[in-house]
């Protein structure tokens, strides 16, 4: 029987031998011995176990309780977990081995309720892993669960599972459909909702418009300006127009390491400790507006202006944390800021316009 593994016999040692006394922990070991090679408890016959424990010198109390109660888990151990009905005849070991070893009924329900948790959890994995036979209705049925007694299990053994499937997905940052259907799919083998934390599933849904943005095909956004004969616009969103300026900005980064010295670096005014400065590029916001994407433009609108970039006149585009820096090849550039999530998006599709563009 699964579950069991073969356990070396005890010797009799010299005291033993001097007062005639047996380990007793043998009746034990030779019971452990015989299930491990037996298909079923029943192979064990009470008369057989009774020779065992009489050859030792082995009765029942309390102080072997746990032996007898330990072998007893065992076998509803194997009982629940590889059961196919409630007919199965596994089923009816756990009944044998309490008469053999004579566990309280207290003592057996105990046992069982242990041994239904953990194969409960084993056969939710097999589901999971495609080894298991039966389907969740049919181990609940088995068990004697309903939808919310097994409820916390199967959604634990999911989370287990999703946890790896979302490292692929967030290593890739691409939530495909057929891992959504996946996904999907084995919520319903598990008979549990598709549902996720909000920041899981803000995630998802970034990498599934990212996941689009690339492979499935362009949409055609209604503007309500006019486009050009044949041009289609494939995006759109909120933006930022900026320029790229060089600003002074403070070198503190003694106050901020707390690394504080006084050398020829920093001077005082006052109560205050003026540091050196250093010159940084930034991206000024310099208006509020509309970004689109079309077949043959980058536009930009808002109250104040428009402006645009033909595709053909395009030199460079890139993505830098969450701006999208377009090159002309006159030299002149725009830049464009964005949400996060948006601007990775808006700069996929932008390379898919591109990319489409240079197949013609």
């Given at each position: 029987?699964?579950?069991?593994?073969?356990?070396?016999?005890?010797?009799?040692?010299?005291?033993?031998?001097?007062f005639?006394?047996k380990?007793?922990?043998?009746?034990?070991?030779?019971?452990?011995?015989i299930?491990?090679?037996?298909?079923?408890?029943?192979?064990?016959?009470?008369?057989?176990?009774?020779?065992?424990f009489?050859?030792?010198?082995?009765?029942?109390?309390?102080?072997?309780?746990?032996?007898?109660?330990?072998?007893?888990?065992?076998?509803?151990?194997?009982?629940?977990?590889?059961?196919k009905?409630?007919?199965?005849a596994?089923?009816?070991?756990?009944?044998?081995?309490a008469e053999?070893l004579?566990?309280?009924?207290?003592?057996?329900r105990?046992?069982?309720?242990?041994?239904?948790?953990?194969?409960?959890?084993?056969?939710c994995?097999?589901?999971v892993?495609g080894?298991?036979?039966?389907?969740?209705?049919?181990?609940?049925?088995?068990?004697?669960?309903?939808?919310?007694d097994?409820?916390d299990?199967?959604?634990?053994?999911?989370?287990?599972?999703?946890?790896?499937?979302?490292?692929r997905?967030?290593?890739a940052?691409?939530f495909?459909?057929?891992?959504?259907?996946?996904?999907?799919?084995?919520?319903?083998?598990l008979?549990?909702?598709?549902?996720?934390?909000?920041?899981?599933?803000?995630?998802?849904?970034?990498?599934?418009?990212?996941?689009?943005?690339?492979?499935?095909?362009?949409?055609?956004?209604?503007v309500?300006?006019?486009?050009?004969?044949?041009?289609?616009?494939?995006?759109?969103?909120?933006?930022?127009?900026?320029?790229?300026?060089?600003?002074?900005?403070?070198?503190?980064?003694?106050q901020?390491t707390?690394?504080?010295?006084?050398?020829e670096?920093?001077s005082?005014?006052?109560?205050?400790i003026?540091h050196?400065?250093?010159?940084?590029?930034?991206a000024?916001?310099?208006?509020?507006?509309?970004?689109?994407?079309?077949?043959?433009?980058?536009i930009y609108?808002?109250k104040?202006?428009?402006?645009?970039i033909?595709?053909?006149?395009?030199?460079?585009?890139?993505?830098?944390?969450?701006?999208?820096?377009?090159?002309?090849?006159?030299?002149?550039?725009?830049s464009?800021?964005?949400?996060?999530?948006a601007?990775?998006?808006?700069?996929?599709?932008?390379?898919?316009i591109?990319t489409?563009?240079?197949?013609?």
């Amino acid at each position: 029987m699964k579950g069991f593994k073969k356990q070396e016999l005890e010797q009799q040692g010299f005291m033993g031998k001097l007062f005639g006394s047996k380990p007793q922990q043998n009746a034990f070991a030779e019971i452990n011995n015989i299930l491990t090679d037996a298909a079923s408890a029943a192979e064990l016959t009470k008369d057989a176990a009774a020779d065992i424990f009489k050859k030792w010198g082995c009765k029942f109390n309390d102080g072997n309780m746990d032996q007898r109660s330990a072998i007893y888990r065992k076998v509803a151990d194997n009982a629940f977990t590889y059961a196919k009905d409630k007919d199965d005849a596994l089923l009816a070991d756990r009944a044998h081995m309490a008469e053999i070893l004579e566990i309280p009924e207290n003592l057996c329900r105990l046992a069982d309720n242990g041994a239904k948790k953990s194969a409960y959890f084993a056969r939710c994995r097999n589901i999971v892993n495609g080894e298991e036979t039966l389907d969740i209705k049919a181990i609940n049925e088995l068990f004697g669960y309903d939808y919310e007694d097994g409820f916390d299990f199967r959604k634990q053994v999911f989370n287990d599972y999703f946890n790896g499937e979302f490292d692929r997905i967030a290593e890739a940052k691409r939530f495909t459909p057929d891992d959504e259907q996946h996904l999907r799919d084995m919520c319903a083998k598990l008979d549990i909702p598709y549902e996720f934390k909000a920041n899981i599933d803000n995630a998802l849904t970034k990498y599934r418009y990212l996941w689009n943005a690339e492979n499935a095909p362009l949409g055609n956004v209604k503007v309500d300006f006019p486009l050009e004969e044949g041009e289609i616009c494939h995006a759109a969103g909120q933006a930022y127009l900026c320029e790229v300026k060089t600003v002074a900005k403070e070198d503190n980064y003694y106050q901020l390491t707390r690394k504080l010295r006084i050398d020829e670096t920093i001077s005082f005014k006052g109560e205050h400790i003026e540091h050196p400065q250093i010159m940084e590029e930034t991206a000024v916001i310099t208006d509020a507006g509309y970004l689109f994407l079309t077949n043959s433009r980058i536009i930009y609108l808002s109250k104040k202006m428009a402006k645009e970039i033909r595709l053909d006149d395009l030199k460079t585009a890139d993505l830098s944390s969450n701006i999208i820096y377009a090159h002309k090849n006159d030299g002149e550039s725009l830049s464009f800021k964005m949400q996060d999530d948006a601007a990775e998006v808006m700069f996929a599709i932008l390379r898919r316009i591109l990319t489409d563009r240079n197949k013609k």
